[in-house]
């Protein structure tokens, strides 16, 4: 009923950059929110960045200050800009979107993209 579809991904070295982006399509009324979670091997999948449809950003500590999320709120499309990229950035990224659909708010998740940061 929602589809997100994700690009971007891939492998960089410590330092360098990435940029993700994430399409929602389908029968959207409305979207709240649209973010990015990521989850590294045998660990819980956690938030990364959200942002509101009207702009307000939220991040992860950990990332702030690398990471900016942007929204094209025309497309229904947010981006995740990621600089100075380290180690512990290695994780698939999922996108995820509360969206007002026919019957309600719901929570929708993208298919997963791997960043890899490694020398």
């Known amino acids: 009923q929602v589809q997100l579809v994700v690009s971007g991904g891939g492998l960089v070295q410590p330092g360098g950059s990435l940029r993700l982006s994430c399409s929602a399509s389908?029968?959207?009324?409305?979207?709240?929110?649209m973010g990015w979670y990521r989850q590294a091997p045998g660990k819980e999948r956690e938030l990364v960045a959200t942002v509101t449809r009207g702009g307000s950003t939220n991040y992860a500590d950990s990332v702030q200050g690398r990471f900016t999320i942007s929204a094209n709120n025309a497309k229904n499309t947010i981006y995740l800009q990621m600089n100075s990229l380290k180690p512990e950035d290695t994780a698939v990224y999922y996108c995820?979107?509360?969206?007002?659909?026919?019957?309600?708010?719901?929570?929708?998740w993208g298919q997963g993209t791997q960043v890899t940061v490694s020398p």
């Open positions: 389908g029968s959207i009324v409305s979207i709240n929110t």
């Open positions: 995820n979107a509360v969206v007002l659909v026919s019957y309600g708010w719901s929570k929708f």
